[in-house]
């Protein structure tokens, strides 16, 4: 997927950095586990993180050995087995790398399209039973990139119209808790995380977009020169992350809310 919500690992203590690793480990085996071996090849950071935030243990992470289908000849490695948020951050993960790729099939260029072809059949199955798990977060995700695309195909020149579409996604892969304020303080923390992964992601993809003819947001927003608005884009996405760190502050500590701090 993107892969931008990591941890400064120079800053994190010996123990977050194996339990952070433990939690990855973790969503890999419950990804195998609920979706099938070809799930694991969409593991992706930003659902990691999904995994520790939606975590309500206090005390420290349980971790036990498993191997690791990648890395036999290395024996067994340390793993988070009893998180109750892996399985809901597996569901939604395999739902969104399903669309994702449905969408390169549609919008992509000609490789593009055959490799987003032959993901998305080796994910189908996968996708199939997280789906049957998560209907409405299924339905939330394929409305929000279809509208995604509309505007995409207008050639929307405003930030906050396409940014808030993709935004809605990640508002929705949080489970209701059932407490009004811890879910009002997701809702805004999946918010704004989502809206600063499409604008960060946009910047990213300026110049190979660029080069192709394709639509981008930042492009279409400031078609005189992205560069001269660097501040602006800056300005804007501060905005996002302190409106994040706002929300996180409202939530009840966890186990991980060292690790969670670290990566915002």
């Not at 994190?12 to 194996?18: A, D, E, F, N, T």
């Not at 085996?29 to 090849?41: D, E, I, P, S």
């Not at 939330?140 to 195909?153: D, G, I, K």
């Amino acid at each position: 997927m993107f892969g931008y919500v990591r941890p400064n690992r120079d800053e994190l203590k010996v123990r977050q950095l194996r339990e952070y690793e433990g939690i990855y480990c973790g969503l890999c085996h419950t990804l195998g586990k609920r979706h099938g071996f070809a799930a694991r090849f969409f593991l992706n950071y930003d659902f990691t993180f999904l995994a520790m935030l939606l975590a309500e243990e206090e005390g420290a992470p349980v971790l036990c050995s498993r191997r690791c289908p990648a890395r036999l000849w290395c024996g067994k490695k340390s793993c988070v087995c009893s998180a109750g948020a892996l399985e809901p951050a597996a569901d939604a993960g395999t739902i969104l790398s399903y669309w994702k790729l449905r969408d390169m099939v549609q919008d992509g260029s000609f490789v593009q399209r055959l490799a987003g072809r032959a993901l998305s059949l080796l994910l189908r199955p996968a996708y199939r039973r997280a789906r049957a798990l998560r209907p409405a977060f299924d339905q939330t995700v394929s409305a929000c990139l279809e509208e995604l695309r509309r505007l995409e195909e207008e050639g929307c020149s405003s930030l906050d119209r396409t940014a808030d579409t993709f935004a809605r996604i990640l508002t929705a892969a949080a489970p209701p808790s059932g407490i009004s304020a811890r879910d009002r303080a997701m809702e805004q923390l999946l918010y704004h995380l989502g809206r600063w992964i499409y604008l960060v992601d946009a910047w990213d993809d300026l110049e190979e977009d660029r080069a192709a003819g394709n639509y981008n947001p930042i492009t279409a927003r400031f078609p005189g020169g992205e560069e001269e608005n660097r501040a602006y884009l800056r300005t804007t996405l501060l905005h996002s992350r302190n409106l994040i760190i706002s929300a996180f502050g409202l939530l009840e500590p966890s186990g991980w809310s060292g690790t969670v701090e670290n990566i915002l």
